[in-house]
């Protein structure tokens, strides 16, 4: 590990915050496309955050210390959790902590904190909403876990970086245990995301919200960390799912030329993921709530079926 | 021998003998009828490819033969069979959510894991790869069974007593390079005759209990004439 290296990690981690409000508006404009309406432009998040940012920041009189630090707790933790994962490269600094489960337990620090902030007003949507994200994330969890493990057991590293790499080297194998968790992951990161069929995050509908609700309270630089730091999450989800089952591109060293052809190569994938979550999110409608455990049943079915077949099929022979 | 030395047709064999699995387990916890009996023509497709791959695999001419008859009957026939059926039933609207769902789908991967376990002294043979889709047939077969031991309804359990033929099927497929034809074809005759007995027994049970749920036939009682 040199100095450059560190640069790059650096800089990864910056590109990172940078282009997750790139990825939502790309969404949005797709979604709006697809619903025949022009649209805002993809650059909109990026206006909508500098405005949030610029705007005086109001309180609740009963808000607490706790309130206060969540935005930059949840958005510091989501972000680390981020910065782990390998976007360009499977060589940088940041893959000696790109391991799963201390992914999994960051994005849990963020979760933890975003649920409290909620309660912590006492308004009644507040206590909803983060009751509702406990509910969901409960459910999201174990599925999250075993689909991974599914991932670990095939390559026998927690670590990211290595599960690429190993996954670069074997990817012109048909894993049937892949395409399980594969579609496990997908259902997992739909639900943890808060996109439709789980949670819709345009409305502000009091009976349907689940991420809105527990912001509801924020407003200006507080709300614009809890938009970015969502914005964060949709893209690390959008990275792994990328890099972890279809790493072809991601470049194995830090030379200047692999990294530009890295990038070119996830900004492909991204664009190609973003279509296809717009194009879901078009033709399903939302769930109601209590449909949300059939539905994380199924990724967790997806995934254990992924472990199994993992053992049945590709370790016994 | 491990994944990276089979070849790619063989991946493709195994891969789509676990989609097999998962279709029985969609066949499992689905409550429409209709989505049922499309869940069910879907692994007969699929059965149909494991058999034509293992054909073009090992070049046996029949095998082809017994992937169009499984194509023929279990993705098309047996489907629109039973389609028809239930539509003169008037049970298309028809919906049983499980009563347990989490519970049954634990039940059934507990069964994967038996099914799995039963069959390994055959793995720890060393034999031909296709031995461990033995394991993945054994679980359809079993999935079945529980499909016909938890559903009252008695067109489910009708499913689930073709799932686990299929079960069956793809293990003789890919263990033993396919039955003789003779064999394939008596079998094959014996589905659809069975399937159009179904289709008789159904309207049967529907005239004397009023219902197809077969549950209702434990409070049958027997009514002593008194006279």
Redesign the interface.
Known sequence: MNAIDWEITLLQALLYAAAAPLLAGWIHKLKARLQNRRGASIWQPYRDLYKLFSKETRMAHTASIVFRAAPYIVFAATWLAAAAIPLLSTRLASAAMADVIAIAGLLALARFFLALAGMDVGTAFGGMGASREMFVSALAEPAMLVAVFTLTMTAHSTNLASVIDFNLQASSLLRPSYMFALAGLILVAVAETGRIPVDNPTTHLELTMIHEAMILEYSGRHLALMEWAAQLKLLLYGVLLCNVFFPWGIAVDTAPGALAGSLLAIVLKLLLLGVALAVSETVLAKMRLFRAPAFLNLALLLALLGLLSHVILEVGL | ????Q?P?LQ??M??L???V??TS?VLLEQARLVAAIHAFAWQGVLVAMVTALVAAGSGLEHLFFSAALTLALKALLIPWMLHRLVRRLELDRHREPLRR??LV?MAA?AL??FS?WVV?PL?AEELL?TR??V??SLAVVLTGLLMMVIRTQAVAQVLGFMSMENGLFLAAVSDTDGMPLAVELGVAFDVLVAMILFGVFFFQIRESIDSLDVDRMNRLTERVDES
């Open positions: 021998m491990s994944l990276e089979l790619l991946q493709l195994l891969v003998a676990a989609v699995m998962f387990f769902p989490a789908i991967l994967v894991i799995y390994t793995v790869f461990n889709i394991a993945v």
